[in-house]
């Protein structure tokens, strides 16, 4: 398999990986470790229209200065990742793993462990945009990620169903431990698992729906999520 790693993007985006002007980059089995970007995506930068689709893949200890700490997508571009793993990948500001600000993400069967935003969105980061979707199949697994101010595992403020498998565990953020939707956005758990996340500062142990969004947690499970003050 392939390994991107150790890779530093100086003065700009795309530690390991920069895709511009509707590029395409396509992978199985690639392992990206250690790399930073001093503004969006530590790993891999997808703007201007392109493509970035992983299978089995592995983002380790990458880092952004400003978004996505793996993965930054952008400028009506295309992710799909598949089968892969997030772990302790960290942002600045928002998307410890990946920030979605405008295009396509679809995600199935992925796992995202310990990854850390300082501002929104522990693991995954989707604005508020009417160009921007998101989606997933199968499964998808949210264990020890943390935000500092909102939406521990996820922040969204695009539309979302979660209706298979997911299961949000131990993630942590002020408002919104596991999960976190702001705006005109509907959000629908139907399919999750929200256990021990917890918020630290404000509201919603579990999931947390502010700013007008409208959130559907008919048979979801929700079981000891916590609000503490410390």
Known sequence: ?????????????????????????????????????????????????????????????????IHGGAVYNDGASTDGVNMSTFTSNEAVSNGGAIALVDGTLSLGSDTFLGNTANNTGGAVYVASSPTTTWSYADSL??????AFTSGGGVWTGSDVTLSTVC?????????????????????????????????????????????SSTYDGARTNFTMNTVSYT
């Open 167 to 211: 299961n949000f565990t131990s993630n942590t953020a002020n408002m919104g431990g596991g999960m976190m939707a702001s705006g005109a956005t509907v959000m629908d758990t139907a399919g999750c698992t929200f256990m021990t996340n917890e918020a630290t500062v404000g509201v919603g142990g579990g999931v947390a729906a502010v700013s």
């Open 141 to 146: 697994v949210f264990f020890g990620n943390m």
């Open 1 to 65: 398999s392939d390994m991107f790693s150790t890779n530093m993007a100086n003065t700009t985006a795309g530690g390991a990986v920069a895709l511009v002007a509707a590029s395409t980059l396509t992978g199985d089995g690639v392992e990206f470790s250690m790399n930073t970007a001093v503004t969006t995506g530590g790993a891999a930068d997808v703007v201007g229209a392109s493509t970035f689709y992983m299978v089995t893949g592995t983002f380790d200890q990458n880092k952004a200065s």
